[in-house]
């Protein structure tokens, strides 16, 4: 691991922070919708308005926001403020930041989401090695395919059909929030359990979607790598099925499986994202959604340009596990 | 006693026609059979119901209200007012626009570009795949939604929904048909034909291209899969344009007026199933190419 | 009756076999066919030979004469579409085609070995070379120490001109030639009784040839196998082997010993093989041989090779099927120019 491929690297983290935050800052800039003229119209309009004043009171909030200033110098201030993690103010709950949004709810999420991304992969990864290998018993191989017919359900759909049929009909587990309504969070049994039972559903539509692409990915790689020579040298060795399925296939089936989940990590945040809407799990997702309805860019914008450097963030770790992984990246 | 045989030559191999081969590869990639058939029953859903059907019906305020599936009613029918079994109609015919379209723009960019980058190589493939690998990583869906979000109600219909939805699709088809170009590029027989004096253009059609043809066919169901994906996740966001009876859109009202809690069972199922058989069978179909494209994969079954 | 054609050579030490002319290795009838969706090919149609400790076997053919096939069929690692059709394959009196999932496995590297062709691809990248040596050891003799473990591995890498270093290396980090030579020590590790070698030296240069067939030279000597020598180049085969079989169409068509076949080839395509080779004495036009090999779906009735023979046009050969004959001296032929010389082989069905 010599400097010029982690300066690589690094840079490269930069540059995809950089290209998704210009790309969000002149996108919705390029529309003629204004924000805050849209905000106050909504006001307006439940309460009440005198127009001269209301003129006022948008440019005033205009220069607050700065968006008065010339473009350029708007973007380089807005990168500045990217660098510093301050992502402005929310506009529906001004004057909470947009920071303190994502903070309050960024812990939901992340519970989910790690528990349920790392055992869809899991689960997935193994059953799509197994469900390739044509030594392994029929029925074991068999069990990975009713997980590669769910692939072509959405984790919002698998949600909506999980909460009619467990939540609404069946009456099995709840139908939504993030733990009983007049429930006070504490560190204490109930509430635990109260916790555990609301996040089954979510759980579950996530994790049901999304093993099956593991599954086909890892399914994809194993065929490929049943191909290669030294699979068939190692039979030719007289090795057990099992030593080859573990050291011949599955550790190289692995690379570029790992390369495809930090490609993937996209996806999986975004689906996290939209269930947790569905739900009403108080999350990011939630808070997106929210955002989306209230119009409030400033929070749909640090909340896409936050994942985004997660993202990223996570790719960049990743980069470093590979070497550990595959011998031959270590020395080229 | 045989008779003498004058000929000296082997009897020709007797290959069976090109369709009798392809039924018995679809015998064994039953995958693929199946995806083509869900999609084929789906199609005649639609084209059928595009001609018996009034299209009128298919929008607010044409039928009695949260009527349940019945025989005046098959789908029964919404808040609003839509049959919907006429909106299931209309609303997979322009999902199908949708993905044809913005799964065409994201092929068709990432063939050209692909291609380029691989066939001149240099500082131009550099930056073609630079530029790719740096936006990979970026969550598609969400700049889709920061897109979406940001353009006036009133812009945003079909046309738009494909654009935004091709707009950064395309990466994936670029290096795939890249990679595939690059090896192509090594191998020997392009070197041949360039050794008989075939032009460059010759090269490209009538070498590269064929052995391509595959992985397009791939890529292009791929791109297909995720615009249809795309389009319906941004439509189940209230993201869509609104009036019309795209899939994802019929879900999104129905969260909104509480179809569960109200009851109306119907509403957000009946398009949740459809569209459960629209990706599913787009992915089969997809798994099933992506095996034509690697032989390899296919010498196991 | 055995028909003996070697001289007697030394038993391996610690054999069981005490009868010297007992061969090693004995194929019979060996029989392969692939299922494709353009319909049946044969790939190796009643295919039988013997092979006696300590000699060496050259295989020569065109692509897709069967050679391969042949060792691939003899280490049971044919996979579908192709399926043994039947014959046997005995090795130190255990018929291999009688075994088991698990007998087979067992035997494999332990009484039968294979050298692969192209050993570029046939290390797993993400081991290292010993591990890779040691995981073999491992499958087929349990409990062993680990220091005994190493000095096998140590002892294998010599053998073949080898740093025992080697063994804690990745194989990118070996050349061509030392990967090919890691899989002959990988080989000869169990000290099997055949060792088959597919076209060992093909992908190197010359040079590295030279080294890796002397190398397999020293090792068969050293543990006296019978080793088979599968390749295109008659020139080697010419240096480096005993006998020579010529396969074609999936059919062994002549075995005999490399002097009879390079001074008195008798089937029609042997005779084209050797004049095709160039010669420093007879310069002259390049000898070709007219005419494609047949595609194994679809093989000329009567004897595979009569469209393009000399002697080709009559009614015999373009009907009946020539069956292998022993001709004095002990070579086999598959000819009907020689069916009246010699006796059937008894390993033929």
Redesign the interface.
């Known amino acids: 691991m010599n400097f010029r491929v982690i300066a690589k690297r690094l840079l490269?983290f930069v540059?995809?922070v950089w290209?998704?935050s210009t790309?969000?800052f002149f996108?919705?800039r390029?529309?003629?919708?204004n924000a805050i003229r849209e905000r106050f119209g909504e006001l307006a309009r439940t309460g009440g308005f005198s127009p001269g004043d209301i003129e006022k009171l948008i440019a005033s909030m205009n220069q607050q926001f700065g968006l008065d200033k010339p473009l350029l110098d708007q973007y380089w201030q807005y990168l500045n403020n990217i660098i510093h993690l301050d992502f402005g103010y929310s506009l529906s709950k001004y004057p909470t930041t947009v920071t303190e949004v994502i903070a309050q709810s960024l812990p939901w999420t992340i519970g989910l989401l790690v528990v349920t991304t790392v055992l869809s992969f899991v689960i997935g990864t193994i059953l799509g090695a197994i469900s390739?290998w044509?030594k392994a018993p029929a029925w074991l191989r068999g069990i990975a395919t009713p997980f590669?017919?769910l692939?072509?359900?959405?984790p919002?759909?698998m949600g909506?059909?999980l909460?009619?049929f467990i939540g609404?009909r069946l009456q099995w587990l709840p139908?939504g929030g993030a733990y009983s309504p007049g429930l006070v969070p504490g560190w204490n049994w109930t509430f635990f359990f109260d916790l555990m039972q609301h996040q089954i559903l979510p759980a579950l539509s996530l994790i049901l979607g999304s093993v099956g692409g593991w599954v086909?990915s890892m399914r994809?790689m194993g065929?490929?790598i049943?191909?290669?020579?030294?699979v068939?040298?190692?039979?030719?060795?007289?090795?057990?099925g099992l030593?080859i399925f573990r050291?011949?296939y599955l550790?190289?089936a692995l690379?570029p499986q790992v390369t495809g989940f930090?490609?993937a990590?996209?996806?999986v945040?975004?689906s996290a994202?939209?269930v947790e809407?569905?739900f009403g799990l108080p999350g990011i997702g939630t808070a997106?959604?929210l955002a989306?309805?209230a119009?409030d860019?400033p929070v749909?914008?640090g909340?896409?340009i936050f994942?985004?450097l997660a993202?990223?963030l996570l790719?960049l770790i990743l980069e470093f596990v590979y070497p550990l992984?595959?011998?031959?990246i270590r020395?080229s | 006693m045989t008779t003498i045989s004058e000929s000296a030559a082997p009897d020709i191999v007797r290959q069976p026609s090109n369709l009798t081969l392809f039924f018995r590869y679809l015998r064994r990639n039953k995958g693929l059979a199946i995806g083509v058939l869900i999609l084929v029953a789906l199609t005649l859903f639609t084209v059928i119901g595009l001609f018996v059907v009034n299209p009128k019906h298919a929008y607010p305020l044409s039928a009695a209200l949260k009527q349940p599936p019945s025989l005046k009613y098959p789908f029964g029918t919404d808040f609003f007012g839509r049959n919907l079994l006429v909106a299931m109609v209309i609303g997979m015919w322009q999902t199908a626009l949708i993905g044809l379209l913005a799964g065409g723009i994201g092929t068709a960019i990432g063939v050209l570009l692909g291609f380029t980058s691989a066939y001149f190589g240099g500082w131009i493939d550099a930056t073609i795949r630079t530029v790719c690998q740096i936006l990979t990583p970026i969550p598609v869906l969400l700049i889709q939604v920061v897109v979406a979000g940001s353009l006036d109600k009133r812009d945003v219909t079909i046309l738009t929904m494909s654009v935004i939805v091709a707009m950064l699709a395309w990466m994936g088809p670029t290096l795939v048909v890249r990679a595939q170009v690059m090896t192509m590029k090594e191998r020997q027989f392009v070197s041949v034909a360039k050794l008989s004096g075939v032009s460059d253009m010759g090269i490209i059609f009538k070498e590269i291209l064929p052995n391509l043809l595959p992985f397009i066919a791939a890529s292009f169901v791929g791109q297909v899969f995720g615009a249809v994906f795309a389009s319906f996740y941004l439509a189940v966001l209230g993201l869509g344009p609104l009036r019309e009876p795209l899939l994802g859109n019929l879900i999104w009202a129905a969260q909104n007026q509480g179809a569960f809690f109200n009851g109306w069972w119907w509403w957000p199922l009946i398009p949740s199933f459809a569209m459960i058989l629209i990706l599913g069978a787009l992915a089969l179909v997809n798994m099933g190419l992506d095996e034509l494209a690697n032989p390899r994969v296919r010498r196991t079954e | 009756m055995t028909i003996d054609t070697t001289p007697a050579r030394a038993k391996k030490p610690g054999s069981a076999n005490a009868n010297v002319t007992e061969p090693v290795l004995r194929v019979e009838g060996l029989e392969v066919t692939y299922y494709t969706d353009l319909g049946r090919a044969k790939a190796l149609d009643n295919v039988g030979f013997t092979l006696n400790s300590g000699e060496k076997l050259g295989m020569v053919g065109e692509s897709g004469s069967g050679k391969s096939t042949m060792a691939l069929a003899m280490m049971r690692m044919i996979k579908p579409p192709g399926r043994i059709e039947g014959g046997k394959v005995i090795v130190g009196g255990t018929d291999l085609m009688a075994l088991d999932e698990l007998g087979m496995r067992r035997a494999r590297l332990n009484k039968i070995a294979y050298i692969p062709q192209g050993a570029m691809n046939s290390l797993n990248p993400v081991m290292r070379i010993g591990a890779q040596m040691s995981d073999a050891i491992r499958s087929h003799i349990k409990g062993e120490a680990r220091s005994t473990v190493e000095d096998r591995i140590a002892k294998a890498l010599r053998s073949v001109d080898l740093d025992p270093g080697v063994a804690r290396m990745y194989p990118h980090e070996l050349s061509g030639g030392m990967k090919q030579r890691v899989c002959i020590a990988i080989g000869i590790l169990l000290q099997p009784n055949v060792i088959i070698a597919d076209e060992p030296t093909s992908a190197l240069d010359v040079v590295t040839q030279r080294q890796v067939m002397e190398t397999i030279n020293r090792v068969q000597s050293e543990i006296n196998a019978a080793v088979i020598l599968i390749g295109h180049d008659m020139g080697l085969m010419a240096q480096a082997v005993d006998k020579v079989a010529v396969m074609y169409a999936g059919r062994l068509v002549e075995l005999a010993t490399v002097r009879e076949m390079f001074t008195d080839p008798k089937h029609p395509y042997s005779q084209a093989l050797i004049s095709s080779l160039p010669n420093l004495d007879n310069k002259g036009v390049f000898q070709g041989i007219p005419g494609l090999a047949p595609s194994l779906l679809r093989l000329p009735k009567g004897c595979a090779f009569h469209p393009r023979c000399p002697h080709g046009k009559g009614e015999l050969q373009s009907n009946v099927r020539p069956e292998p004959v022993i001709l004095p001296g002990g070579r086999m032929v598959t000819c009907h120019l020689y069916s009246e010389e010699g006796h059937v082989h008894e390993g033929a069905k």
């Open positions: 490269f540059l995809v290209a998704a790309i969000v996108v919705p390029l529309s003629t919708r390739a044509p590669i017919l692939t072509g359900v959405p919002v759909i909506i059909l909460v009619f609404f139908l086909l994809g065929v490929t049943q191909g290669e020579d030294y068939n040298y190692a039979e030719h060795k007289g090795l057990s030593t050291d011949y550790r190289n690379l930090a490609l990590l996209g996806t945040v975004t994202v939209v809407g569905l997106l959604n989306i309805r119009n860019f749909i914008y909340i896409v994942i985004t993202i990223a790719m992984l595959d011998p031959r020395d």
